[in-house]
């Protein structure tokens, strides 16, 4: 069982470009969340979804975009990256029916746009 | 509005000493708190969460009301406690999760 797991690893983007960070997980679990990792601010969330086909915005979903078509998968897209999104990208997952509320994350991407 | 406020940048500490990580959060709300630990090249996990009233590594977090606070406590550090420690409040039931801004605790041999 892998978990969750985000492609790619890390990403030097031009701005401007479009970019989609992806996001899989197999644990059947209902709820994602995309948060972004900056020094000396933590943890932000973007976008959120508690079940398929429903997404919500977090603290910072400017210039981000989720869609949610089945339980497993939640991209992320940048529609038109600027150098303010340079950060750590962090997938999570929840098991809200179990209402454990433990949130599950993946290793991370890293992008960096110039 | 909700918010979640760890002072601390860094704290480093020597082998054997106590350990306090400080968190104090706003919420009008009943709160759920957690604490989230990242070790170096390790995903982050939950450490421990205030319901569950746990003891995990060694590392104790009490909820006090009064002074909106959820401080990590542990009597005694170990070098393996080095990591990045993140304090969280669920403040929706759609599950949704505030954290700090962090707190890297390093332990000196």
């Known amino acids: 069982i892998a978990g969750i797991t985000q492609a790619p690893t890390s990403q030097i983007l031009a701005a401007g470009r479009r970019m989609t960070l992806r996001c899989t997980q197999d644990?059947?679990?209902?709820?994602m969340y995309w948060y972004r990792q900056d020094l000396g601010l933590g943890l932000r969330l973007i976008h959120y979804?508690?079940?398929?086909?429903?997404?919500g915005k977090g603290e910072v979903p400017d210039g981000y975009s989720v869609s949610r078509a089945n339980t497993d998968d939640f991209p992320l897209t940048l529609a038109s990256a600027v150098p303010s999104q340079t950060s750590v990208y962090f997938c999570?997952?929840?098991?809200?029916?179990?209402?454990?509320?433990?949130?599950?994350f993946g290793p991370g991407t890293r992008l960096t746009v110039l | 509005a909700q918010r979640v406020t760890q002072p601390e940048k860094l704290l480093s500490v020597f082998k054997g000493a106590p350990v306090e990580l400080k968190c104090n959060y706003s919420?009008?709300?009943?709160?759920?708190l957690f604490w989230y630990v990242q070790y170096s090249r390790q995903r982050l996990q939950l450490l421990l969460r205030?319901?569950s009233r746990e003891s995990i590594k060694g590392f104790t977090a009490d909820l006090n009301k009064g002074e909106t606070s959820f401080h990590l406590k542990k009597p005694f550090a170990q070098e393996e406690d080095s990591a990045m420690y993140y304090c969280?409040?669920?403040?929706?039931?759609?599950?949704?999760?505030?954290f700090g801004s962090g707190t890297r605790l390093s332990i000196r041999p």
């Open positions: 999570a997952s929840s098991d809200q029916a179990g209402s454990t509320d433990t949130q599950y």
């Open positions: 644990m059947r679990h209902n709820a």
């Open positions: 979804s508690n079940t398929a086909g429903t997404t």
């Open positions: 919420y009008s709300g009943s709160p759920e």
């Open positions: 205030h319901i």
């Open positions: 969280a409040l669920k403040y929706s039931s759609a599950s949704k999760i505030i």
